[in-house]
């Protein structure tokens, strides 16, 4: 069960969830119709219960606390000690087992539970209702007066909550799995799957929101194409498999030479982008040379060109066409000292 202990603005709980709000607020009922202080989540832990702190009154514990009930309070080990006792007799424990899950108990007259745990002494507790929710999870009900409701009442209810709880737990489960799946699916819609780099929907996005980021903030930003050059050549010469351990090897040194801010991408084939935020002209010049060194340095030829803005009315379209120009204007000055050669 997802924790309810995190915090909001508006009462203390994160219930953005509408399962968790559900599922704190019936949490508030049971509490305020049994007249308990408090409904704990707990866990054994060697020989206690360890508990999280679901929802309390401020006179038991603080909100954020966690405490440990010895294992006497769990159902097992009250089953074993259950027994119902003549109800005249009101200086005794009174102990109820509802079903395999949910035993209550209540201390009544001169008896009570004392519970003390390293710096937290609890007591005295007049009632108490453990109910397992899953195989190893129990929801603990504990008051510190006597109930408002009959044992049976209170340990019904647990009992009922637990069954929610439970099921609460497995929606939620099934929840993170479809937002993890959903997720899943985002990342491989804007990601190449050879390069894991962003591809050109990925790039698109991470343009339109340096968009936004310049218009509102004025700054600067550079966008860079790189064309590998002779592509074709290995893959008509040695087969698509040394090309793409080419466009491999080439990404990783485009990206390493990055920063984490930026975003690289792969748009096709044998052509990549970068866009650098924040990154003037005086950085787009130190970004070319470390392109074109860490390039060279594994051999690898490749044609560049980029482009940087700066000012109130920045246009990140028109950085990519004129990156791409410079881009071309390289490539063709390239072939034609080919062909002199």
Known sequence: MHSVRRETQEDGFLTADPILARLIESFDSVRSISGATSIFEASPSGRYLKVGLCRTCPDLVISGDSVELPLEFSPEILRRKSRRMNSRDDSDVDTLQVDTSVIAKQWTGAKSAQIVNGQFSFGPIRALVTSRFESNRYLVLCSLNPLKTSLAGAAGMMAILAKFAAASNSISQ?????????????????????????????????????????????????????????????NDTKGHSEGDQLIVHAAQIIKDTCRSTDTVARLGGDEFAILAPETDQAGAEMLLARLRHGLARASISASIGIASTKGPNPDIAGLIEKADQLMYREKNIKKRSYQVG
Not at 211 to 220: D, E, K, N
């Open 174 to 234: 099934e929840l993170d799995m479809l937002r993890g799946r959903i997720d899943r699916a985002e990342i491989m819609a804007t990601a190449d799957p050879l390069t894991s780099l962003a591809n050109r929907a990925g790039f698109n996005m991470a343009l339109e929101q340096e968009q936004r980021r310049a218009l509102r903030y004025m700054g600067s930003t550079t966008v860079a194409i790189i064309d590998l050059d002779g592509l074709k050549v290995i």
